[in-house]
């Protein structure tokens, strides 16, 4: 069943009709966004596998793709930039040398 891409709320939609404004009930979260869209891939390019899909800046945001299709939902990971910069950090750390 679809779920709402923020905080992962099974939603009772059918048909994958989903509106530009519709909230989700549990988080108040636009549905109609590419954190919400089944081709959202971060890994990808344009965090999108929708070759033709214009991807608009803010993945959070309702938008008006033409190609949402309501995903599983739960891809509620949103990195903030104090974690990406600790964890770039980590990577170039010196080990604490022996005496």
């Known amino acids: 069943m679809a ?11 059918v048909g994958n009709q989903v509106g530009r404004g519709e909230r989700c009930p549990s988080c108040d979260e636009a549905v109609h966004a590419c954190r919400s869209c089944r081709h959202r891939d971060p890994q990808a390019v344009k965090s999108c596998r929708e070759p033709f899909a214009e991807v608009p800046q803010d993945p959070d945001a309702a938008n008006f793709c033409e190609y949402f299709q309501l995903g599983d939902g739960g891809q509620t990971e949103r990195t903030s930039k104090q974690s990406l910069l600790e964890a770039a950090e980590s990577l170039f750390r010196k080990p604490p040398s022996s005496p």
């Open 3 to 13: 779920g709402c891409g923020h905080c992962g709320t099974r939603l009772e939609i």
